[in-house]
């Protein structure tokens, strides 16, 4: 069976975009954006789990989410990119990361690189 992330063009989409939560341990917790190949526009989905199943293994391309600037369509992107939020503590030192350092910074610079895409493609094509 065809996986919508590993294998998009099966779904007629490509990935435009990902947003995982750093530093998991045989895990992962990410949201990613494609774009339909045909129309342009763009869809999202997030999934979580251990190292045993694939992200997205059990998601079709009637599992993703429309991506537009609405007000639910994109309250509900901004749900989805921050249920990857690192919020968990550093181990070496029992402290929460720093909330502009460490791996918050990295995944806010990513999510504001994804969002600043998103809003990019989305005023392009006039899909807004």
């Not at 975009?17 to 763009?42: C, H, I, K, Q």
Request: net charge negative.
């Amino acid at each position: 069976m065809s996986n919508v992330y590993y294998e998009p063009e099966e779904f007629g989409l490509e990935l435009f975009g990902a947003l995982d939560e750093p530093d998991l341990s045989y895990e992962f917790n990410m949201v990613a954006v494609w774009r339909d190949l045909e129309t342009n526009r763009l869809y999202f989905a997030g999934d979580s789990g251990c190292s045993c199943p694939s992200p997205f293994e059990d998601e079709g391309r009637a599992d993703l989410t429309p991506l537009t600037r609405t007000k639910t369509n994109w309250d509900a992107f901004q749900v989805a990119l921050n249920e990857t939020k690192p919020w968990r503590y550093d181990y070496t030192d029992n402290r929460e990361y720093e909330p502009t350092g460490g791996y918050h910074g990295m995944w806010l610079a990513d999510k504001t690189d994804l969002e600043a895409k998103v809003l990019r493609h989305l005023r392009e094509h006039g899909l807004e």
